[in-house]
């Protein structure tokens, strides 16, 4: 199984989820004690949860942006109307 | 029914019967005319006489009796003890003819437009056919009997419930029916303070009149109207401040029953503070002034857009915190060494190998000079004790094939096969 395999299931992750299984993978690389095989493993799965969060933050981020601007160019435009 | 101008002219054949006939009629005599026998059959076979007729119609006139009624005063003329007027009633368009001889019964000054109550007797006159009210008492209803009135049935509301359903206000009217003179100051209160608190309102406005006795249908009809409107969700009945009589027509039973029937909520807003018409008793909400009542209908949107938006704004600032803290929670992670820089542990990994190796091969090292050591040590031993040197000095070495060396010629047999190894080589021979 690819390492892309193994780690398809985060995109199904909720945010806190994945951010919650970061914390862990950097904890357990932190301590070493596992075998190199298991810290590329880890390190692959840590990258793929960290940009699954970064995704969702990105995502929640243009969302917000997009509603004050509308909110901005409708007062704008109702500005406009006022003038 | 007769008209007034033939009635009002000149002397009239009629009145001196009336007299007459007032004095049996009280007494309850049979009619003076022994007119035909009632009972008859009639058939266009069998047609009745004018004056069968007559007699007949004069029957169910004079089964009435006296009677009280109450009306409005038009068309006052006569004079000297005599009166001739019409009797209007207050709300639909009906009207009667009165005449009086006995001024007793009459309350001095009556005049045009006088709300009355008065003692009548439906008189029939066969001669001319005419049908008249002979008035016994008349007088104007006075402001005790409408106070009176107004009390009972603002007690006959309470009676029946009708005062203490309250339907709720809509939060946000769809369209707000108004009910208002036109032109008057209430209209413009309602209208003007409605649109203050919230532009966009929209209104449907009946106009009409808002005093007198041909108010109330006008009234009654534009509340069923409104009710019957599928898009207004309240209505309004709003009028300026006015005399007691004025405001009258809010205290009628007929409006006041309309209001109280309304599938939407009803608002009063009738005159100033202290009025108090008995519409305000069945109304859901009433209000003191019109403007009161465009206040208590109309939410103040204007004040309601500026929360929403401070809601809004303070819902935005929440989220921008909390994107901006987690995004820099996963930064922080993700700038710790294992994932920043994951080839830390690879390479200490790879320093582990490659130390293991170095020390590997050292020690391998070690142990091949060693065997190397060992191996020449062995080697000088073996050539120290091997018989290469002597056999390179001319020596041989007699050996039987089983490889036993000889080294008694007695124990040799002749015939014997031996084998001689020479410093180079190795002859087979046999002994003689």
Known sequence: MTAKDKNSDIASLSYEAAREE???????????????????????RGEALAARCEEWLGAARSKLNAAIEAKGAAAAKTDAKND | MSSMSSWGGGANSGSGEGLANRADASAGAALPEDGPN??????????????????????????????????????????NGRLFAELRDLQ???????????????EPGLAQGD???????????????????????????GLGDLLERIHRLRMQMAAEGLTQVKQPLPFLPNCIGLITGKDSDAEKDVL?????????????????????????????????????????????????????????????????RAAAATTKPIVSAIGHENDNPVL???????????????KRVVPDVVDERRKLGEAIARIERSMMAFVSGQESFIAQLRSRPVLANPYAFVDSLNEDVLRTRQSLRERFAVLLDQGV???DHLKTQVRSLSPQQTLDRGYSVVRKPDGSVISDASNVKSGQKLAIRLAKGEIDATAD
């Open chain 2, 92 to 106: 639909i368009e009906n009207v009667v003819q009165v005449h009086s001889w006995n001024p007793a019964g009459l």
């Open chain 2, 373 to 375: 050591l060992t191996l």
């Open chain 2, 38 to 79: 009632p009972s008859r059959s009639n058939s266009r076979s069998e047609p009745w006489p004018i004056s069968t007729l007559n007699a007949k119609i004069k029957g169910y006139v004079d089964k009435l009796g006296y009677i009280w009624v109450e009306g409005e005063l038009a068309k006052v003329s006569g004079g």
């Open chain 2, 192 to 256: 003007q303070n409605a649109r203050l608190r919230w532009p966009e309102v929209n209104f449907k406005v009946v106009h009409t009149l808002v005093q007198g006795e041909k108010a109330a249908p006008q009234i009654i009809a534009a509340i069923k109207q409104l009710d019957a409107d599928p898009e207004v969700d309240v209505i309004i009945v709003a009028r300026g401040g006015g005399a007691f009589g004025d405001l009258l027509v809010f205290s009628d039973e007929g409006v006041v």
């Open chain 2, 115 to 141: 709300r009355v109550v008065a003692l009548i007797k439906p008189e029939f006159w066969p001669k001319n056919g005419k049908l008249s009210m002979g008035i016994q008492e008349m007088r104007k209803v």
């Open chain 2, 280 to 294: 305000d008793d069945v109304a859901d909400l009433r209000a003191s002034t019109p403007t009161d009542a465009a």
């Open chain 1, 22 to 44: 970061l914390v862990q993978v950097v904890a357990s690389l932190e301590a070493g004690s596992v075998t190199l095989e298991e810290s590329m493993a880890l390190w692959e």
